[in-house]
């Protein structure tokens, strides 16, 4: 088949600028072959080379003592004990997901899982955070039916609980809905398995499902901008098949017991080009495939479309010769795809052969570690000018607004259709803080959270980035787990825009700030740039997943709200309402400065709850709503009323950091006073759990009314 020419047309076709593609010439002294254009888009774009955020993402702290792999591999892992490690990450389909809903979201689940036991770790727990456009807007109800359709349909097939995560809206979203996948798995500390190659003259083998031409350029179109151009891109989107993926999973961790396994890499963003090419790199060695032994599962396939093709549940492994016998036959039993397609070099080549035609003949290592590379020009988020008065309103009509928005009210409606229990070990599941795992066969448990305030960094970006790290810390305290590490979901939009890039600085300063106070170090991630449609940028969504550790799971602070239980309030209460709940859902306004984030504050208040857990029954974090959301959610889970004193809207309402919101019997409350004063930690009784009304100051109303608000407007917004 005549190969197209390349023209500039093609050149930007491939989102290729042309002086990168002038590189191209330089660098092989003669003009592309179509195959090796596509091969240089995939691994030049943002979604493979981070061209744009490489060199901030280098000032995240990702070290610590309890980490054993950082960023750069398939996923983080960090030891809890007893030779066993978790392994995590955080990473998105967000074009895919808006283009195509249900098998966008399904494949980003897909892909995530096979990050996690690429590693050699079976999967115990997923969440999700999701970002949709206004409700109103007349695509919000078909992507977010899409959406946790696919992410349900996938998960719950699969077979790994759903354990929590979180649900936006926003008009900032209307053109780019954010769907970003989380997963955590399970190894001993001392079998991970690694991507990097070595040895010359071994066998590349291929694992899993055919190849067909779904996701053909997926991976450029990741790093695209939206126009109205977007039904043209439905064929970039992956078609996933969870069954196929729990017996790949399987088959993987039986090979890893064979001892076959050299290296390992899910083929995920740019397929089988990006996996060879990172084992490679990474193992200082080249790479010749033979295209004509990959399986497929369409006629007629072309070498450009087999190196682009983004089909799901698919693996690029390098074997140990004198094992493949052993190796064939666990993937044999399992009914799924083994074949040596290619073997590694000694060259810094990568050699592409289609029935003896060389398809491609290029530098290996200038397609992964020294691709493009750029210090983009940023601005500064300019300083938010002073909030405007807020007038004091009705507590209870003010918590009303809150519940019956989309955004606050309960998010029954999806995770009921995620399965949260299966595998029997969920401690705790979606609808309040973090969600918990045990760990089987132990006391230990993990605990899991995802967390973010974009509307924070739109107004302050390093306070923003700042506060997702802070409140992951605070979610994890709260449940009484130790904040081990974190991953991050960086969304942004065009990074070629100075003040979009100097958001992206701004929330990397941010997060670099906190992960490094509160011991939280970055051990994966993912960025997603480009996040615009027809010019208009989603707000800067810099997401963060954190993991935390429970030594015993009597260790666990319960939602123990019983009638009597004293309400109590550590941290410091400013009143701060700009870029506040209250402000957007009431008075439609998002004005004012974020608030301020002091990582001291949060490290000394975070320790105080975990030393004086004991007398702790319920616990939850303060933030989007205040005290007065946070104080009807504890009271709604148990089923208790809850009285609030007297208080300004700013005290109920605000969004002050560092604080907790504690529930205990009065004894225990007289005990954590002296203990508090003791530590210097600020700390006041405000109100009690009891009756069946929710009481602010004068203000009242049945807790049953105000539950029944809270568990419907999320279904009556966009089921």
């Known amino acids: 088949m005549q190969e197209p020419a390349i023209t500039s047309d093609l050149i930007a076709a491939h989102g290729l600028k042309p002086d990168e593609y002038d590189m191209i010439l330089g660098i092989i002294g003669r003009e ?3 195959t090796e254009l596509g091969i240089f888009s995939a691994m030049w774009n943002e979604h493979c080379s981070y061209k744009s955020s490489k060199k901030w993402l280098r000032t995240l702290p990702t070290s610590g003592s309890q980490v054993i792999c950082g960023p750069g591999e398939n996923a983080g892992v960090v030891d809890i004990g007893d030779g066993q490690a978790v392994v995590f990450k955080m990473e998105s389909h967000n074009h895919p997901s808006y283009i195509e809903p249900y098998q966008g979201a399904a494949t980003g689940v897909g892909g995530i899982l096979r990050d996690v036991f690429t590693m050699g770790a079976r999967p115990i727990a997923s969440m999700n955070a999701l970002s949709f456009g206004e409700p109103g807007h007349h695509k919000t109800r078909q992507l977010v039916n899409g959406v946790v359709e696919g992410i349900g349909g996938y ?26 996948a989380f997963a955590a798995g399970l190894a001993d500390s001392d079998k991970i398995f690694y ?22 350029g997926g991976a450029t179109m990741a790093s695209a901008e939206f126009d109205d151009t977007i ?92 094992l493949e016998a052993e190796a064939r036959a666990v993937f044999e039993k399992w009914d799924l795809d083994f074949a040596i397609v290619g073997e590694t070099i000694a060259e810094d080549r990568f050699l592409i ?9 290029l530098v290996l290592s200038k397609l992964s570690s020294t691709a493009p590379e750029y210090d983009r020009p940023w601005e500064p988020t300019p300083e938010a000018d002073e909030l405007a008065e807020v007038p004091q309103i009705d507590p209870i009509d003010g918590l009303r607004a809150l519940l019956a928005s989309p955004n606050y009210a309960g998010k029954q409606w999806v995770y009921e259709q995620y399965d949260t229990m299966v595998m029997a070990d969920s401690a705790r599941t979606p609808g309040l803080g973090a969600g918990m795992v045990r760990v089987h066969g132990t006391d230990k448990a993990l605990a899991f959270t995802s967390d973010v305030t974009p509307r924070y960094v739109r107004a302050n970006p390093v306070e923003g980035g700042k506060q997702a790290v802070a409140e992951a810390y605070r979610n994890l305290i709260a449940v009484g787990a130790k904040p ?29 700030a906190a992960v490094e106070a509160l011991d939280m170090p ?55 309402l700009g870029q506040s709940a209250l402000l957007a859902e009431v008075f439609n306004r998002e004005d004012g400065d974020a608030p301020y984030v002091d990582l001291d504050a949060e490290k000394r208040n975070g320790d105080f709850i975990s030393a004086n857990r004991d007398m702790i029954k319920a616990c939850t974090d303060l933030g989007d709503g205040g005290l007065a959301l946070a104080a009807f959610e504890l009271a709604e889970a148990a089923g208790v009323g809850v009285c609030l004193d007297d208080a300004p809207t700013e005290f109920l309402f605000g969004e002050d950091q560092a604080r907790y919101l504690v529930a205990c019997n009065f004894d225990q409350a007289e005990a954590l006073m002296i203990a508090a004063g003791q530590a210097g930690v600020p700390l006041v009784s405000v109100g009690r759990f009891t009756g069946d009304n929710v009481c602010i100051g004068t203000s009242e109303a049945p807790l049953e009314e105000m539950t029944a608000t809270f568990r419907t407007s999320f279904a009556e917004a966009v089921a």
């Open 195 to 216: 991507s990097a190659a070595s040895g010359v003259g071994m066998p590349v083998v291929y694992l899993g499902a055919k190849t067909g031409r779904d996701g053909v």
């Open 353 to 361: 052969v289609h029935n003896g035609e060389v398809k491609a003949d």
């Open 231 to 322: 039904e043209e891109k439905r064929p970039t989107v992956q078609v996933g098949d969870p069954f196929t993926e729990k017996r790949l999973m399987e088959a993987t961790l039986e090979l890893m017991q064979t001892g076959a396994v050299i290296s390992i890499q899910d083929m995920g963003a740019a397929g089988l080009t990006c996996s060879a090419v990172e084992m490679g790199d990474k193992g200082g060695l080249g790479v010749r495939l033979d295209l004509e032994n990959v399986p497929q599962r369409e006629d007629n396939m072309t070498a450009y479309e087999m190196m682009l093709s983004e089909s799901q549940e698919r693996m690029l492994m390098v074997l140990k010769p004198e």
């Open 522 to 576: 970055i051990v994966s991630g993912n960025v997603s740039l480009y996040n615009e449609t027809d010019g208009q940028a989603i707000l800067p969504t810099p997401t963060i997943g954190a993991v935390g550790l429970l030594t015993h799971t009597d260790e666990i602070i319960g939602n123990e709200v019983r009638e009597g239980h004293v309400a109590l309030v550590i941290g410091d209460t400013s009143g701060h």
């Open 484 to 512: 081990l590490a974190t991953t991050d979901n960086l969304n942004f939009g065009n990074p070629e825009k100075p003040e979009i890039m100097g958001q992206f600085v701004g929330a990397i300063k941010g997060i670099g």
């Open 155 to 180: 998960g719950n097939c699969f077979g790994v609980p759903c354990v929590g995560g979180e649900v936006r809206f926003h008009p900032a979203y209307n053109g780019n809905c954010l769907v970003n």
């Open 32 to 34: 592309p072959t179509f």
